[in-house]
């Protein structure tokens, strides 16, 4: 997980990645997309490589480049479990519901009392 988060903390990186969702790409249709140098794009390509996230097929004198999902799935684990709510917040909720119960059953059991003191005093 830490070769891939470290892969796609590069925005380079990143939008090699994204380039590569639609359809495989050659090294130079990747490096045409870039102001940077070819040699510059063909080292975030072999860390691309190297953590998983792309791999690499040889078309005649080309090197064609897809995109790999699968080692993203851990790190999206990991985000997700880092993103939901903890055990605590469901405990919390259920917590104020009971506060809020309570609050109610004893604004309800003095509304009948008072109503029974008024009874009893008019009947006085």
Known sequence: MDEVAGAIAD???REILL???DEPL???QI???FAI???AVSRHL???REAGLVRDTADGRHRMYALVTAPLDELAGWLERLTR???WHHRLDALETEVYRTRRERRTSADRSRATDR???ETA
């Open 37 to 39: 140098s070819r040699p």
């Open 31 to 33: 490096a045409d997309r």
């Open 119 to 121: 009874s009893q005093k």
């Open 19 to 21: 380039m590569l969702r």
């Open 11 to 13: 925005p380079v990186r």
């Open 46 to 48: 072999r860390v691309l």
């Open 26 to 28: 050659s090294a130079g």
């Open 85 to 87: 709510p903890s055990g």
